[in-house]
């Protein structure tokens, strides 16, 4: 029996299979660097994507910066 994790990803209700990663969150939504990601308002390095497991209902922002003025 396989199970899904339920997560927002900027604010968008998203279904993964369980066990999920920060990683696959970012796969999924095919992000090209750079950007910064932080889980439940929490910083995470990128070197820690792959290590950081998701839990249901987690929050997680993508951000990618703005240039120009």
Do not use: E, R, W
Request: charged share 5%; aromatic share 4%.
């Amino acid at each position: 029996m396989s199970a899904n994790l339920t997560v927002l990803i900027n604010g968008q209700t998203t279904t993964l299979p369980a066990p999920a990663t920060l990683a696959d969150a970012v796969a999924l939504l095919q992000l090209k660097p750079p950007f910064a990601a932080a889980i439940n308002l929490q910083f995470v390095p990128n070197t820690q994507y792959h290590h950081t497991l998701l839990q249901n209902a987690d929050q997680i922002d993508l951000i990618a910066p703005v240039t120009g003025g």
